[in-house]
């Protein structure tokens, strides 16, 4: 898991930082906010990153421009999950977490090659080595499936600055094996990096995991899980948003994915 390897700086396109307005008009006036799964399979992309890896930013740059990119029909559901694993040479990541990590290692057990390294995607829990062109059409793929989980998710305002979350998972076949798990990201993070490889680079990070939850198992078809999040002050309520998907129970496959962001603009 300690593997420094990364790619190469990408020559990307200049893309857009602009990103879909995280969630949730409700929230910001006090109101519950609710979304519910389509038929359709929204496309899980998750990204290994690090603001100490030199290759990382242009990656980073790509995930916050993807649903742009992906276009107003595309069901995608992003998630940027910072690695520990570069904070030794130089440069602490203030958004890495050990957890990522060990989810990093978790789907790559399931995938022909495991090399971890930064910047790496996954797509519906697939690595995808050739995103700089391969994302629109790994997101459609995934969107033409019907998904075999339903999943509702909502997040309610609680006094004294707190989230009560609840995600609901339900599949037609109850022999239908899975693990529920949420996340709660936030987007327009500003870090100005001092030392290490980007040392002088001012980085806007979107969909940046701060809370992991989970997983829950699918007992005879169904998962539920329920949490009261106490929401630190330095996070930015009005850019967050919440994020719950489906893993099988026995591969790294996404079987559905969905996010507030059909909520309008703010939390609480």
């Known amino acids: 898991m300690n593997i420094k390897h990364r790619f190469a700086t990408l020559l990307l396109p ?3 930082t602009a990103v879909a307005a995280p969630a949730m008009a409700q929230l910001a006036a006090g109101q519950r906010c609710a979304v519910q799964s389509g038929p359709q399979t929204a496309a899980l992309v998750e990204l290994y990153s690090s603001e100490g890896c030199s290759s990382c930013p242009p990656a980073d740059q790509r995930l916050n421009a993807l649903r742009k990119e992906a276009g107003a029909a595309s069901l995608v559901v992003p998630l940027a999950l910072h690695v520990t694993y570069w904070d030794q040479i ?14 990093q290692a978790e789907l790559l057990r399931h995938q022909p090659r495991h ?18 062109t391969q994302l629109p059409a790994a997101i459609g793929r995934i969107n033409a499936t019907t998904a075999p989980v339903a999943i509702g998710l909502s997040a309610t305002p609680a006094p004294g600055g707190k989230l009560v979350i609840e995600a609901d998972a339900s599949a037609p076949d109850a022999r239908t094996g899975g693990q529920l798990y ?6 327009a993070i500003v870090s100005t990096v001092l030392r290490g ?3 002088g680079a001012t980085l806007q990070h979107d969909a940046a995991v701060r809370l992991w939850l989970g997983p829950v198992a699918l007992a005879q078809g169904h998962a539920r899980l329920r949490r009261e999040v106490h929401l630190p002050a330095s996070w930015r309520p009005e850019n967050l948003q919440i ?4 893993q099988r129970a026995d591969s790294s496959v996404i079987l559905q994915a969905v996010s507030t962001a059909s909520c309008a603009k703010g939390v609480m």
């Open 182 to 187: 949420v996340a709660i990201s936030e987007s």
């Open 14 to 16: 200049m893309l857009s």
């Open 115 to 132: 090399v971890a390294y930064t910047p790496q995607f996954f797509v519906g829990g697939t690595e995808l080595r050739g995103w700089d």
């Open 197 to 199: 490889e980007n040392r």
């Open 243 to 246: 994020v719950a998907f489906v």
């Open 90 to 103: 130089g440069w602490a990541d203030p958004l890495a977490q050990p957890q990522f990590d060990a989810r």
